[in-house]
């Protein structure tokens, strides 16, 4: 069984940086495609960041391209969002995703596996 366990979240000022892990067990992902997602109040989920672990290719949202940087560390079967120069605008719940099918990896229909979500909140 797939599990997805975030951490990380928090209060941040606006300019500030949090650095979020996603710890994932029950499966081997070398072949899986691993990404963030984020949903604020009132809004749909929308897409922040992936990345395919076993070539490390990134991929990235327009509103995260040069302030996020996503990474996996293999030996610990960990994906990392590092968020640097926070807005306002960041504020949401962020959800980790996991799936096997390396396409798709904008589309939050395309993730079989979530995590239960960390909660990032930018103060102004």
């Known amino acids: 069984q797939v599990q997805l366990v975030e951490a990380g979240g928090g209060l941040v000022q606006a300019g500030g940086s949090l650095r979020l892990s996603c710890a994932a067990s029950?499966?081997?992902?070398?072949?899986?495609?691993m990404g963030w997602f984020r949903q604020a109040p009132g809004k749909e989920r929308e897409f922040v960041a992936a990345i395919l672990w076993s070539i490390g290719t990134t991929y990235y949202a327009d509103s995260a391209k040069g302030r996020f940087t996503i990474s996996r560390d293999n030996a610990k079967n960990t994906v990392y969002l590092q968020m640097n120069s926070l807005n306002p605008e960041d504020t949401a719940v962020y959800y980790c995703?996991?799936?096997?099918?390396?396409?798709?990896?904008?589309?939050?229909?395309?993730?079989?596996?979530w995590g239960q979500g960390t909660q990032v909140t930018v103060s102004s």
């Open positions: 029950g499966r081997t992902f070398s072949s899986y495609k």
């Open positions: 995703a996991a799936d096997p099918r390396a396409y798709g990896v904008k589309y939050a229909s395309l993730y079989d596996y």
